[in-house]
């Protein structure tokens, strides 16, 4: 088992991506001003009043889906904007992206989850509008919800390796900010591992 999977290091896990989330929602929110963007289904009027952090924290605290979710749940974020680049996160559309990919997460890798009525209230949403984004989520990934091992274990890697260089932890501005990049950029990782080789991540 990977070392972010341990549940002793979910608080900090949480306070990471929170982070890095939180400096690629301001980066692509300034970035509005010069780059036109496309509303979705995942937009709010207006930025939530809730932090990213306490957002997550939230779906951490009541979601009791497996540690490993929160990292195919980067993962598919990841994914999202590599084939959504019209649709960068922005502080008006995270909070939405973040419910929907922990869900789906759930869904895909553990044994036992919550349906989206409960995921819905979760997030401060309706049922209906968690069945759009759903849906939405799963057309945006283009249905990619395979995560093999080795994909698994290099994600794993690279953000432990960027938490291990946060000193104190809740110091994250500059790492953080290398790390939206990559998300922001789609530069992150190659997955470009034939899918006939390709097997279900076992949890």
């Known amino acids: 088992m990977a070392e972010l999977e341990n549940p002793n290091l979910m608080p900090k896990l949480i306070t990471f991506l929170s982070s890095l989330l939180q400096k690629v929602a301001d980066s692509n929110d300034l970035n509005r001003q010069f780059q036109p963007q ?10 939530p009043t809730i932090s990213i952090q306490s957002y997550l924290e939230r779906i951490f605290k009541y979601a009791n889906c497996s540690p490993s979710c929160y990292i195919v749940a980067y993962v598919y974020l990841d994914r999202f904007a590599q084939s959504q680049p019209a649709l960068p996160v922005n502080s008006f559309n995270v909070h939405r992206l973040l419910i929907t990919s922990v869900m789906v997460a759930a869904k895909f890798m553990d044994d036992i989850y919550y349906n989206n009525a409960y995921y819905a209230k979760v997030g401060g949403i309706s049922t209906i509008e968690m069945n759009f984004l759903e849906v939405d989520f799963l ?3 283009g249905f990619r919800l395979n995560v093999t091992p080795n994909t698994f274990h290099i994600y794993c890697s690279y953000l432990q390796r960027e938490m291990m260089m946060q000193q104190p932890p809740l110091n994250l501005a500059e790492s953080s900010i290398n790390l939206g990049k990559s998300l ?10 034939p899918s ?3 097997q279900q991540l076992a949890v």
């Open 139 to 141: 057309f945006g990934l």
């Open 196 to 198: 006939h080789q390709q």
């Open 184 to 193: 922001k950029l789609h530069l992150c990782f190659n997955e470009d591992e």
């Open 38 to 47: 496309k509303i979705s289904v995942f937009h709010g009027l207006s930025r």
